[in-house]
């Protein structure tokens, strides 16, 4: 799509207890995944923030939006511009009222994922100006699920790759107005549900891969749940 902004709404850092990716090293791939920047989404964690902002200082040809993926009782949430972390482990109603209270914006992370998704009765009814409709480590299944509730709602759509690893970054990606030009005008758009998803589900040899290696990383943390 020409005339737009390509973002990465979701990926993770060494931040989070799933991930060994370094913030320098996500930045080194924008270019050859066609992004013009990413949002940090570590599991409930705003501690890469700093870290964050001192690399915008440096590159400011490049979007890099906070964020952070909060657990709530129902499923994950996405939340982008705010500088504390939201509580965890309560309803994703409650979520949602105090991100928009700290002047953050609330979006559904994989609504229809079996594991983490906040499901269909709440993806109709949560308060939200978006829903993540593509999902880098989704089946087809589950994002056309997702896309549909957009649609049904006249929300709009964010794509995030859910990186664990440096080869997943951009697997799933956002469309911004062009004419955003600040962070501030991105976060904008998105509270407007101006944006648009694009990008590519996983095959079944993919989720056996990703199985594969969550499993593995569930193991080192002991089997604790994020």
Do not use: C
Request: no cysteine; aromatic share 4%.
């Amino acid at each position: 799509m020409t005339g737009t902004v390509r973002l990465d709404l979701h990926v993770h850092s060494a931040h989070s207890p799933d991930s060994s990716l370094r913030l320098e090293e996500i930045v080194d791939h924008l270019p050859e995944a066609g992004l013009r920047g990413f949002a940090l989404t570590d599991h409930n964690t705003v501690a890469g923030h700093r870290e964050l902002a001192l690399l915008a200082a440096r590159h400011p040809e490049l979007f890099l939006v906070p964020g952070v993926e909060v657990s709530t009782l129902e499923g994950h949430l996405l939340v982008y511009g705010v500088g504390e972390l939201p509580p965890i482990h309560r309803s994703v109603t409650e979520t949602i009222a105090w991100v928009r209270e700290h002047g953050g914006i609330p979006v559904l992370a994989h609504p229809f994922r079996l594991s983490h998704g906040v499901g269909r009765a709440v993806a109709r009814e949560a308060r939200v100006p978006a829903v993540e409709s593509v999902n880098g480590h989704n089946s087809a299944r589950a994002n056309a699920n997702a896309r549909s509730v957009a649609a049904h709602r006249k929300l709009g759509a964010t794509g995030g790759s859910d990186a664990h690893v440096a080869r997943d970054i951009g697997r799933a990606y956002t469309d911004f107005p062009g004419s955003a030009s600040t962070p501030r005008e991105l976060l904008d758009a998105l509270a407007s549900g101006l944006t648009s998803a694009g990008g590519r589900s996983l095959t079944w040899s993919g989720r056996l891969r990703v199985g594969a290696r969550t499993l593995a990383r569930l193991a080192r943390r002991g089997f604790r749940p994020i």
